[in-house]
């Protein structure tokens, strides 16, 4: 079956940097675009990017743009988000999603369980 | 960026209702919507696509309806498992963009 799991997410100080993990098992983790979803406490969700298969196609957020860089090892079934520059409002539940294949790109239909990602002082 | 709205906030609803959650993109989407289930505490749920496609193991109590800017959720026989929050999403075009949610509380 398909899981995902994350992991690397604590508290860190404004200005700092974290990197977070998700561990993929279950499916031809090549074979799928995945990507980080985050949600702020109390609040809605929010996408954050995207990557392909190849690591060739890496569409981001504004609110995150030149701060966090996504990137993935097919060999060892892993996705991770550098996130550097963090600021208080970076702060929430980080979610990896399975995003579907080329043919169908934009659909997620599986979830990580999340990590907390505290920014405080 | 296309800007997702949905109706109502918020629902209440007894165990054995039907209810309907609206959402409405700012632009049209085609048919490139799908919903999400979440309760407290848990990662969300994926269980819509392509507005009316069900996800693997989804019941078939759920279903969507809709095209271009208007879309609706449709819950039927509520079970108080059903209870939770429902995000809809557009994955039209970039960024992909999710509504406020919609929060099905028990009457």
Known sequence: ?121 | DIQMTQSPSSLSASVGDRVTITCRASQGIGNYLAWFQQKPGKAPKSLIYGTSSLQSGVPSKFSGSGSGTDFTLTISSLQPEDFATYYCQQYNSYPPTFGQGTKLEIK
């Open chain 1, 1 to 121: 079956q398909v899981q995902l799991v994350e992991s690397g997410g604590g508290l860190v100080r404004p200005g700092g940097s974290l990197r977070l993990s998700c561990a993929a098992s279950g499916f031809t983790f090549s074979d799928y675009y995945m990507s980080w979803i985050r949600q702020a406490p109390e609040k809605g969700l929010e996408w954050l990017s995207y990557i392909s298969g190849s690591s060739g196609h890496t569409p981001y957020a504004d609110s995150v743009k030149g701060r966090f860089t996504i990137s993935r090892d097919n060999a060892k079934n892993s996705l991770f988000l550098q996130m550097n520059s963090l600021r208080d409002e970076d702060t929430a539940v980080y979610y990896c999603a399975r995003v579907g294949t080329a043919a169908a790109a934009g659909i997620i239909d599986y979830w990580g369980q999340g990590t907390l990602v505290t920014v405080s002082a």
